[in-house]
């Protein structure tokens, strides 16, 4: 019997259709693909490398590396976020489309931010503080107080020179990274100094103070000093005693150990009484018969105690008319020098007269100094013709007014001798002289002390 009738053909077509419909699947889902992203990160404005931002992507995390490279590897195809942070810059996002290898460069706004720093500046190896110092960071820059203190205001967020000036000091200089308010102190170069303070007849001297710039130390007894703080650089040392001169010294301070050995000096004023004078050196009368002579006219040097530098003029009527006139002079003996001083430590030697009482008007006088050599003296030892030469006129037109004293710069004497100086005086006028016009001292012999020639020799030893 056929296994098919006449209307197989429909249970065919009826069975594949059943079979069909019973193994047709459902819609298929594509397979899942993947990519990379890498880039830069770099400022907008400069396009400096950004070292050290975080990056973050499809929940991954990468710290840029010195390079400012970044790098993500395996991120699914398709669209994500991309976050990049980094402190004093703006948060920088952005909508990735992800396909294969995707480069994507980033550039980040820098965040104006401000912050402060303060602190203060010494010498380094101690809390030595160093005042009047420029400190200078960025645009900003504050000059030290007397605690070597400072405070720059609004600095701007970055990393900056850090330096500090100060004259005759070595420079500091350093770097700063500025992420929040900041104090720091500042060392300035320093290194030791020291020696020992000595006076060339005491010997060594104590408690001297030594002073470089804010360094400052005091000599012991045996005159030694150390300050282990100098500054480095060209300064001046003030050296000071009460009892001394006070002395300065240029030094350069380096790095290594520095000495100096300050030999100090003593001033001194002596005031030395004259004792050597003479009433009448000599006096030039020739020609003049009726000049008056030594002795009579007013007494004319009569006086033991006075000193009298007299000018006369006389004219005849002519023609040819003659004119006469006479000067005088003394001479005056000056003691020795102090057994300390030379004429190569001293600042000045000055000749003093005391006006006499009976000088009760005002004069003008011109006097010239003459170097006399010799202590003895007497009336004969000089004369017009043989006398010394004149010097230049120390005081020319000098007024001379009652109760005043002449003074007379006499150090130039000391230099060529041994032996006291002896100083000549004369008076010279031009013109006419009616009445005689005269000029009178208290000599050694004076009743009065205090009104007695004497000189006056600053030195130091």
């Known amino acids: 019997m056929p296994l098919l009738k006449h209307d197989t053909p429909w249970v065919v077509l009826t069975l594949l259709v059943t079979i069909l419909s019973g193994c047709t699947p459902g819609p298929v889902d594509p397979v899942q693909q993947y990519g990379d992203i890498s880039g830069y990160i770099r400022t907008s404005e400069s396009h400096k490398v950004i070292p050290g931002a975080v990056v973050v992507c499809s929940g991954q995390t990468y710290s840029v590396s010195r390079s400012g490279i970044y790098i993500f590897k395996e991120i699914p195809e398709g669209y994500h976020v991309l976050t990049v942070e980094k402190a004093g810059f703006d948060e920088y996002t952005a909508l990735i489309h992800v396909l294969d290898n995707t480069v994507h460069n980033v550039y980040m706004t820098r965040v104006v931010e401000y912050r402060d720093i303060s602190g203060h500046v010494y010498l380094d190896n101690s809390i030595i503080p160093v005042p009047d110092a420029v400190v200078v960071c960025g645009s900003v820059y504050d000059t030290t107080a007397t605690d070597g203190g400072f405070h720059l205001p609004n600095v701007l967020v970055d990393t900056h020179g850090l330096f500090v000036f100060k004259n005759h000091y070595v420079s500091y200089e350093s770097r700063i990274t500025l992420e929040s308010d900041t104090t720091v102190d500042i060392f300035m170069a320093s290194a030791p100094m020291g020696g020992v303070v000595t006076h060339r007849v005491d010997g060594a001297v104590a408690d001297v103070r030594i002073e470089v710039a804010e360094g400052v130390a005091y000599s012991a007894g045996d005159g030694y000093y150390r300050l282990p703080a100098a500054p480095r650089g060209t300064h001046t040392v003030v050296i000071t005693h009460p009892d001394y001169d006070s002395l300065t010294h240029q030094i350069t301070i380096v790095a290594t150990e520095n000495r100096l050995d300050p030999v100090l000096t003593r001033s001194i004023c002596d005031t030395l009484p004259v004792v050597e004078d003479a009433s009448i050196a000599d006096s030039d009368l020739d020609g003049c018969l009726d000049c008056p002579a030594w002795g009579d006219a007013d007494d004319n040097f009569g006086d033991s105690e006075l000193l009298k530098l007299e000018y006369f003029l006389r004219s005849e009527i002519g023609p040819p008319r003659v004119t006469y006139d006479a000067r005088t002079r003394f001479l005056i003996g000056l003691p020795p020098l102090p057994e300390n001083a030379g004429y190569e430590n001293m600042s000045g030697v000055r000749l003093v007269l005391y006006l006499a ?105």
């Open 357 to 461: 009482s009976e000088q009760v008007r005002t004069e003008y006088v011109s006097v010239r100094t003459v170097k006399q050599g010799g202590p003895d003296w007497t009336e004969n030892s000089v004369t017009w013709s043989d006398g010394p030469e004149y010097s230049a006129l120390p005081y020319a037109a000098t007024l001379i007014q009652p109760g005043q004293q002449l003074e007379v710069e006499v150090m130039p004497l000391y230099d060529t001798s041994d032996e006291p100086p002896g100083l000549l005086l004369q008076k010279e006028e031009l013109g006419e002289a009616d009445p005689p016009q005269r000029l009178s001292f208290w000599s050694s012999e004076a009743g009065v002390e205090n009104q007695r020639p004497v000189v006056i020799v600053r030195y130091s030893y």
